[in-house]
C-alpha cells in the first residue's frame, strides 16, 4: 500500500527557526492539499496543487508559510521565523479525479515551537 | 462563507447503544459532503460520503443522509462498539479546488 507519507512525523523546533515538511502524495494523484489541525479542533485548509500550479492559498498562510510541489510530485511546506502559535498537526492529503476525488490522508507531521 | 457546525462531545455510550451526531451545514451551491474518522493515534480515514441531496453515504454499519431542506447530514449507527471509539468530523467540499471544510470534531467513546 503506498498510501500518502509526510516527513519528519515529529518536529521540534525553538521559535524563529526555520522549518520544512515533506508529503509524498499517491502517485497517480494529481491534486495535493495541506491542512492544519490544532488541539480540539478541525482540520484547516491552508494550499491546494493541481499538478505543479499552486492554484489556492487560504488567508491563514501568513507570508512566513511557503509551499511547493516541483514536477508535480512531492510537496514541502516550509514555515520561516517559527512562532508560537505554528504549534499544530501539518496534515497533506491527496486526490483525482480517477479517485472519485476521495482525498487521503497522511499521517501528519506535529510540529512543536519552544 | 462555507461552514460547517457538528455537536461538541464527548459522546459517551454503552456498547450496543444507538448512536447519532448531528451535523449541520451552511455553503452556497450544492457541495458533497463527508464522514471522516480519527482513531487513536491514526491518521483522518474517509468513512462515508454523499454527493448530492437525498444520497445515502454508508459504511462499517454507519449512515448519514444528505438533507438539503434541514441542511444536515447526521451520522447514525444502531449499534455501537468499543471499537469505534474515535474522533468523528463532520466536512464538506465545493468549488473549484474540492478543498474540505471541516466541523470541530466530536469524540465518541463506548464503554463495554
Known amino acids: 500500500d503506498t498510501g500518502v507519507s509526510q516527513n519528519p512525523r515529529h518536529k521540534i523546533t525553538k521559535r524563529g527557526q526555520n522549518v520544512t515538511f515533506r508529503c509524498d502524495p499517491i502517485?497517480?494523484?494529481?491534486?495535493l492539499y495541506w491542512y492544519r489541525q490544532t488541539l480540539g479542533q478541525g482540520p484547516e485548509f491552508l494550499t491546494y496543487?493541481?499538478?505543479?500550479?499552486?492554484?489556492?492559498k487560504s488567508r491563514l498562510l501568513s507570508d512566513r508559510f511557503s509551499a511547493e510541489r516541483p514536477k508535480g510530485s512531492f510537496s514541502t511546506l516550509e514555515i520561516q521565523r517559527t512562532e508560537q502559535g505554528d504549534s499544530a498537526m501539518y496534515l497533506c492529503?491527496?486526490?483525482?479525479?480517477?479517485?472519485?476525488?476521495?482525498?487521503?490522508f497522511g499521517p501528519g507531521t506535529r510540529l512543536t515551537v519552544t | 462563507g462555507d461552514s460547517v457546525t457538528q455537536m461538541e462531545g464527548p459522546v459517551t455510550l454503552s456498547e450496543e447503544a444507538f448512536l447519532t451526531i448531528n451535523c449541520t451545514y451552511t455553503?452556497?451551491?450544492?457541495?458533497?459532503l463527508f464522514w471522516y474518522v480519527q482513531y487513536p493515534g491514526e491518521g483522518l480515514q474517509l468513512l462515508l460520503k454523499?454527493?448530492?441531496?437525498?444520497d445515502k453515504g454508508s459504511n462499517k454499519g454507519f449512515e448519514a443522509t444528505y438533507r438539503k431542506e434541514t441542511t444536515s447530514f447526521h451520522l447514525e449507527k444502531g449499534s455501537v462498539q468499543v471499537s469505534d471509539s474515535a474522533v468523528y468530523f463532520c466536512?464538506?467540499?465545493?468549488?473549484?479546488?474540492?478543498?474540505?471544510?471541516f466541523g470541530t470534531g466530536t469524540r465518541l467513546q463506548v464503554f463495554p
Open positions: 454523499a454527493t448530492k441531496a437525498d
Open positions: 466536512a464538506l467540499s465545493g468549488g473549484n479546488t474540492d478543498k474540505l471544510i
Open positions: 492529503a491527496s486526490s483525482s479525479r480517477t479517485s472519485g476525488d476521495e482525498q487521503y
Open positions: 502517485s497517480e494523484h494529481n491534486r
Open positions: 455553503a452556497t451551491g450544492y457541495p458533497s
Open positions: 496543487f493541481q499538478n505543479e500550479a499552486q492554484l489556492e
